[in-house]
């Protein structure tokens, strides 16, 4: 990392890993409840202590088993970040990982998202800024692992 820099987090970029969007051809919008949002993340830490780069997974999914739970479709996108830490701080690598790097990838997600709903010619899904500290603090919860996009606009 460049030692004139005062970030310690060095995000180096990202890939898109998958993107699926099926539509419901039996969605019933006059029973429709909302959407179920399922956020999945990974880490990849070094095992080398003095290694200090690591890459997050982020994976969101929106109506799983959508023709089951009346969904107007589902969608699944999964994005990888390529981060450095630097090396004076390789002992909070975890927090760095689980915190700062899903926050620093989670707009990139959101707007994938907005951007296949909108060219899948319906209205377009924009989730909402979400508190990745809180998410990640609740994560083993499963009532607070799911939450619902209850507004699809016509």
């Known amino acids: 990392m460049d030692n004139d820099s ?5 995000f180096n970029k ?16 006059e029973e429709f409840n909302g959407l179920d949002l399922n956020i999945d993340t990974n880490f990849n830490y070094p095992k080398d ?9 982020l994976k969101i999914e929106l109506g799983k088993d959508a023709e089951k739970n009346n969904y ?17 701080e ?5 927090q760095f990982a689980e915190i700062n790097a899903v926050s620093i990838l989670f707009p990139y997600i959101r707007s994938l998202i907005t951007t296949i709903t909108a060219n899948a010619n319906i209205p377009p899904v924009v989730l909402p800024p979400m508190n990745i500290v809180g998410m990640m603090g ?11 996009c209850n507004k699809i606009e016509d």
């Open 90 to 94: 390789l002992d909070r690598m975890k």
């Open 49 to 57: 202590t003095e290694d200090n780069s690591f890459t997050v997974n």
């Open 72 to 88: 107007p479709f589902n969608i699944v996108a999964e994005i990888t970040g390529f981060f450095e830490l630097d090396k004076s």
């Open 14 to 29: 990202y890939d898109v890993n998958k993107i699926i969007f099926i539509k419901n051809a039996k969605f019933r919008k």
């Open 138 to 148: 609740n994560k083993n919860e499963e009532a607070e692992d799911n939450e619902k």
């Open 6 to 10: 005062n970030c310690v987090l060095k």
